[in-house]
């Protein structure tokens, strides 16, 4: 341990709430940026020097990440050992695999990035958080939206009996598989498809999380959310530079939205590529 003080919970976040979101006011000066532009994920990388001694796939390391994570308010702890278990290494380069349990973005090919574990357990802290979750006690029938390299997909395998994760670009597509695939991550279904339409087929579904923003969240995610259930996106926000958290449950009145701080997720674009 250091001296250093410790570092204050940021989690949860204070919402507002409403049938109308509204933009996180004193937020806009400092957003989350869970997925760094390439240049700044590289700096992040750069500014890390991770305790020599422990191997990559040393359990302690895992540890001082979920550490962390319990120090900044996650406290779900079916959550904090999902952390604990999947080995983050192994979603990134192997030269890039030493800043793997440190709170930053790495870069994972075309333009994208893994995202900081604390904005990924952030968006999984709050799902735990909606009705059926919590009545449950894991998170349902799952929809991923960007499966990305596949990171936040096993940490989902544990969190939830079924996984459905769209990805738009085939090779972060077959990335995932891979990766997956090479841990025996089960319960996951991974799909290459346009993640604005969702995935009808296996609707409704009790959580959908989105590792992209646009600018609003689309119609078809919100037909596909279970009663009781809630979605996590970033989503563009009037007289926000960039995007917010946006919390959306649906209640047997309709869809209560909340709004958290600013984040600067990648674009969410239509198509396949």
Not at 25 to 39: D, K
Not at 93 to 117: C, H, N, R, V, W
Not at 228 to 250: C, E, F, K
């Amino acid at each position: 341990m250091t001296g250093d003080a410790p570092r204050a919970k940021r989690f949860p976040a204070q919402w507002s709430s409403g049938s109308r979101a509204t933009a996180p006011s004193g937020t806009a000066r400092n957003p989350l940026r869970p997925q760094a532009l390439l240049h700044q994920a590289a700096q992040d990388a750069a500014r890390h020097v991770v305790p020599t001694g422990l191997g990559l796939d040393n359990g302690p390391m895992r540890e001082r990440m979920v550490a962390r994570l319990r120090s900044e308010g996650i406290s779900t702890p079916s959550l904090l050992a999902a952390f604990a278990a999947v080995p983050r290494h192994r979603f990134v380069d192997t030269a890039l695999a030493i800043q793997a349990y440190e709170d930053t973005s790495l870069p994972i090919g075309l333009g994208q990035t893994i995202s900081k574990p604390s904005v990924v357990a952030r968006q999984l802290q709050w799902l735990f958080d909606g009705a059926n979750a919590s009545r449950q006690g894991h998170l349902g029938r799952t929809l991923e939206i960007g499966t990305g390299c596949g990171y936040q997909t096993a940490l989902l395998a544990r969190l939830a009996p079924t996984v459905i994760s769209i990805e738009r670009l085939q090779p972060l597509h077959q990335m995932a598989r891979r990766n997956l695939d090479a841990l025996g991550v089960p319960g996951v279904r991974l799909v290459h498809g346009d993640g604005r339409v969702g995935h009808p087929p296996n609707a409704p579904y009790d959580s959908i999380v989105a590792a992209a923003g646009g600018e609003a969240i689309p119609e078809a995610w919100l037909a596909q959310l279970a009663l009781g259930g809630r979605l996590v996106a970033p989503t563009a926000m009037p007289g926000l530079a960039g995007q917010a958290l946006v919390i959306v449950d649906r209640t047997p009145d309709g869809f209560v939205r909340q709004v958290g701080e600013s984040v600067t997720f990648v674009p969410l674009k239509s198509g396949i590529g």
